[in-house]
């Protein structure tokens, strides 16, 4: 029977880094020398061996992004300037940037309001 530390380990590189990524805190830049030391590698060595998995540094870290997005947009009590600073973005312009080209914003929009909906269910049934 594997422990609880196995079952939790990353099991490729790329899992190591998202998860990583996924623990930096809130509002700080992420950085690939950074997450390179963590994993006791070199910059150059992590970006040849994410390479050879067919991913990047700038891949992972936008999947990770979307994931983290998807919950924090889903609190309608916070604003997209914080949402892009909670992200690791430099303002909302360049949180906005990022995912211009991606369904993402739409599905932001669409969060919101299912979680507002939700909010006001759970409301209703207080009363």
Known sequence: MKTLAERQRPRSLSDAVKWLLARQPSGDRPDILAVARGLGVG??????????????????????????????LADPAL????????????????????????PFLWLASRLRQEAAYLASLIQKSRE
Not at 80 to 100: H, M, P, Q
């Open 43 to 72: 910059e150059r060595s992590l970006q040849r061996r994410l390479g050879g998995e067919g991913t990047s540094f700038q891949a992972l870290l936008n999947a990770v992004r979307r994931a983290r997005g998807r919950e924090l």
């Open 79 to 102: 604003d997209i300037d914080e949402v892009a600073f909670l992200l690791g973005y430099e303002g909302e312009n360049s949180f906005f940037r990022a995912f211009r080209k991606r």
